[in-house]
T-cell receptor
Framework: GDSVTQMEGPVTLSEEAFLTINCTYT??????LFWYVQYPGEGLQLLLK?????DKGSNKGFEATYRKETTSFHLEKGSVQVSDSAVYFC?????????????FGQGTRLTINP | EADIYQTPRYLVIGTGKKITLECSQT?????MYWYQQDPGMELHLIHY???????EKGDLSSESTVSRIRTEHFPLTLESARPSHTSQYLC??????????????FGAGSRLTVL
């Protein structure tokens, strides 16, 4: 079945550091890929998405590129802020497996120190 | 401004009690979902609905039940709570429109503790 694997956390960085959170996926069809973010005490929010190979999703300084050849969708940000501290989830939606059901990775907790 | 509301946000109850977690959305979305989030943060789909009078079990087996009598309302019920039900429960909804596949709006969650 479909699956999403994220890099092990937690991740701790200093403010203004460069961030990468790795995400790889396995899917039978041609999935859409997503990053969701969960701030403390809240539900998840969509951060960015990409629906086909080589698409780049971007939002709030975060970027991720859909790489079909490496089945990856790594999240990057050039200069993180304390307010970016949250849990980040990579996810996929596979049209062949019920398009409206998301498969989530295990989440990566990010802490940014001032 | 929240478009999907979950109540209660926090609930502590004793074993054997019946509980209902409420979820309502004001966006007119046809599709609604319940996820269980364990302490390790992993999310598991336990129920979903594609419209009124439609409910399906998700990927993780759950002793809870759901109903969808109105588009905007998707409550989750546990008939007899046990300590193993202690978890955070997240409700979500989505639009069926083109380009919206996989775009879910989540509520803030209901954190349940069963003693």
């Amino acid at each position: 079945g479909d699956s999403v694997t994220q890099m092990e956390g937690p991740v701790t960085l200093s403010e203004e550091a460069f961030l990468t959170i790795n995400c790889t996926y396995t899917a039978t069809g041609y999935p859409s890929l997503f990053w969701y973010v969960q701030y403390p005490g809240e539900g998840l929010q969509l951060l960015l998405k990409a629906t086909k190979a080589d698409d780049k999703g971007s939002n709030k300084g975060f970027e991720a590129t859909y790489r079909k050849e490496t089945t990856s969708f790594h999240l990057e940000k050039g200069s993180v802020q304390v307010s970016d501290s949250a849990v980040y989830f990579c996810a996929l939606s596979d049209p062949g497996q019920g398009a409206q059901k998301l498969v989530f990775g295990q989440g990566t907790r990010l802490t940014i120190n001032p | 401004e929240a478009d999907i509301y979950q109540t209660p946000r926090y609930l502590v109850i004793g074993t054997g009690k019946k509980i209902t977690l409420e979820c309502s959305q004001t966006m007119g979305h046809d599709k609604m979902y319940w996820y269980q989030q364990d302490p390790g943060m992993e999310l598991h789909l336990i129920h979903y609905s594609y419209g009124v009078n439609s409910t399906e079990k998700g990927d993780l087996s759950s002793e809870s039940t759901v109903s969808r009598i109105r588009t905007e309302h998707f409550p989750l019920t546990l008939e007899s709570a046990r300590p193993s039900h202690t978890s955070q429960y997240l409700c979500a909804s989505s639009d069926a429109g083109v380009g919206q596949v996989g775009v879910l709006t989540f509520g803030a969650g209901s954190r349940l503790t069963v003693l």
